[in-house]
């Protein structure tokens, strides 16, 4: 699957993408380590593309919510 990333202002995430026919929500953090989480609804990916703290959001609304894998 070919998601286009971007890259964003974080201490910990360096990019993001996501596959709206899918539904996949692919993060890139600074330590190299990169995930996908399934199934995610694509107001999900906005509200992290948009927020503040993309960790925070991270944390709150996608982790422990959506199943991930480690890429």
Known sequence: MNIEMHSVVSSNVKEIGYDER?????????????????????EKFRGLRDSVSKTTYLNQHIKGQYPYRKI
């Open 22 to 42: 899918s539904r996949t929500l692919r993060v890139g953090f600074k330590s190299g380590s990169i995930y996908e989480y399934s199934n995610v609804p694509s």
